[in-house]
């Protein structure tokens, strides 16, 4: 064998960890947990749902990212092992005589530095990817090499609305080659009116699915700490990731590919939307 292969197989074979930002209650939730509402066809919380796509897809340890409020409950959940795979925890705090809540995605993910050392994917809690969707970020991030490559799973932006209402979404521009060229957090996009933003239903858009090196953790922490010298005296301010990697990915300090995906994407953000979720599943469920 060439010692091409062997260098491929030691990639793929090393540990890569799927990374939950799990440490915030939600407002809009009725200051509830999320990951932990019941959405699976027996009984299973919208975490372990995403649990059991990321272990089927080849992700052989679980990091959660837990704040004050949700710590103990995922400990007690989870303990240090689920289904035969590791979990380890990272705390992310924050000074309540400062802040109303945690400083946001970047710092979560910069609160887990010490337990990271191979590359990684991050993403939401309260998201389901889609198990194909995590197979293919898991794929790809493990033949990651170079320090500052990284990778992104793009859903398209018509596939990942809601009915009605507005919403948030990091935007991509893309070349032929599918190289990121830029990430832009656009507010407030009315879904029934997405042409007036200049976008499509085809656009490309991020959920917050990142595979990374660890190296680049620490470009995030200089942003960060600039982020909260220039918002000091913001209370409730946040620093988001994708905006984050999007000003990296500008300034040429890292080179993220996006990787096309068809996968149904679900999440919970307001109440009863658990009900939404359990259709999605019972429906895909039928379908096998």
Known sequence: MSDQNNNKETRQGRKISIVYMVAGMSSRYGGGI?????????????????????????????????????????????????????????????????RDRPWGTTDALVSAKHVL??????????????????RIARKYVATLDDSVECITIG??????????????????????????????????????????RGLCSTSMCSMTLFGLNPSIIYLLEKRLEAFKQDHVDDRRVECLLPVELGHLIVEKSIRMRCIRTNCKWTGITNLGDEQEVQKILQDQHSLM
Do not use: W
């Open 34 to 98: 999320k990951q932990l509402a019941e959405v699976g066809l027996n009984g299973e919380t919208l975490i372990e749902v995403s649990l059991k796509h990321a272990i089927s897809a080849g992700f052989n340890e679980i990091v959660f990212v837990v704040g004050e409020k949700t710590e103990s409950l995922f400990r007690t959940s989870f303990g240090d092992e689920y289904r035969g795979t590791p979990v380890i925890y990272a705390k992310q705090s924050f000074n309540p005589e400062e």
């Open 117 to 134: 050392h191979n590359p990684f994917v991050v993403c939401n809690g309260d998201d389901l990817y889609g198990e194909e969707s995590l």
């Open 155 to 196: 859903y398209e932006l018509g596939k990942v609305m809601p009915k009605e209402g507005k919403i948030n979404r990091g935007i991509f521009e893309i070349d032929e080659q599918c190289n990121v060229l830029s990430l832009t957090e656009v507010l407030d996009i009315d879904v029934k009116k997405i042409e007036e």
